[in-house]
C-alpha cells in the first residue's frame, strides 16, 4: 500500500492546469516518476471542487517493436491554450527524449461537469507506419473499483464522498474498441481488441494520427451521467 501510495504521489514537472469555465472542475497535466529508478512518464489527474475525482493517471501507447513506450521518458516542449463554446482547452506537445523525433501530443477540453482528452502524434520519420500494441491510459479512482475486467465502454462508477463518475469514449472511427480491466485495487486501464489480421497488433495506420477522447463525467447521481447533446457535439 505504501508503495502504491508512492507512486500515485510522485513529484510533478512541467505542471499544466485547465479548469472549467466555473472553475470548480479541473484538469492537472505533467510528468511524474512511478517509482524511483523508473522512467518519467505523462500523467494527468481530475479534481472537481480541491478534492481528486482521479488521482495521478499514467498516459501512454505500446508502439510495435520501439521503446520506450511513447509517453515515456518525455520533455514539454510547447503548449497552447484556447476557449471554445463553453469549454477550455489546452495542447500541449511533448518530445521522447533519447529517440530520433518522436513526438506526442495531448489534446484536453474542460467544461463544468467533464474533462475529454486524446492522443495526438504528428507526421514524423519515426512514425510514419502507425503500429499500436496496446493503449495504457489510466483511470486511478480515489477509492476501490470493484469489476477487475474486461468491460466495456461506457464504465461507470460511485465514488463515496464524490458522487458517481462516467468513463465513455468518443470520435473512435477506424480505432479498435476499448474495454478497461483493473490493474490494481483503485485503477481501471484501457486494453485494445487485438487486430486479428496482424499477430500483436490493435491499430495499424500512418502519421499523422489523432485517437479518439476519453471522457470524464462527474454527476452527483448515477442518472446525471448521460452525455448531453452539447457535450456530444463538444467532443465530435
Known sequence: ???ALAARCAPAQDELRVPSPNGKLEFRLFVAQPQAGQLFHLAYQVQLGGARVLDTSYL???IHD???MLGENVALTASKRSQ???YNSLTAQYL???TVGRRLNVEVRVWDRGVAFRYVIPATAALDELLIEDELTEFSFVKNVEPKGPVELPFVVEQPG????GIYEAGAGAYPRTNLVRSDPTTMITRLVQN???PRIAYDGKTPFTGPWRIVITAPDREGLMLTAVERELVR
Open 96 to 98: 521522447q527524449n533519447g
Open 196 to 198: 486479428d489480421r496482424i
Open 1 to 3: 500500500c505504501l508503495l
Open 84 to 86: 471554445g463554446a463553453g
Open 66 to 68: 520501439q521503446e520506450p
Open 60 to 62: 501512454g501507447l505500446n
Open 162 to 165: 464524490i458522487g458517481w463518475v
